[in-house]
């Protein structure tokens, strides 16, 4: 799985319902190769509410971790592999076309790009995290 997919099912699958409410009693399509597409859109009419999910998440987490503003902190709330390493794969994940050696610049555009991505999957996402 691409490492934005596995940030849009780390993040949606805190608010699924139990496989056996999916439609049909199925727990649902099996997983796919890595692509840059990286889980069915939300049901129509339904939202993840992604702030809900990751507020709840660092106000359990023992460290102070702003999820909002760094993408460091946002994949360490995830418990996914926040290294220079990882973060430079997600950014070739997403096309960044910008200097991969300065990592801050990378880090904010990350940021703003998984935001994105989570709106596009059926996240429901604060303007101000969007932009």
Known sequence: ???????????????APPASAAPGGSPGPQAKPASPQPTQPAA?????DVAAIM???AAQ?????DWRKSIV???KLLNLDSS???????????????DMNDSASMNVWLHKQVMIKLVENGGKVPNELRS
Request: proline letters at 0%; aromatic letters at 4%; zero cysteines.
């Open 44 to 48: 129509q009419g339904s939202q993840v």
């Open 55 to 57: 507020d709840k998440l």
């Open 73 to 75: 902190d946002l994949m």
């Open 61 to 65: 987490s023992k460290e102070k971790l």
């Open 84 to 98: 220079l390493g990882a973060r430079k794969h997600l950014a070739e994940e997403l096309h960044f076309t910008g």
């Open 1 to 15: 799985m691409s490492i934005l997919g596995e940030i849009v099912s780390a993040i949606f699958h805190r608010s």
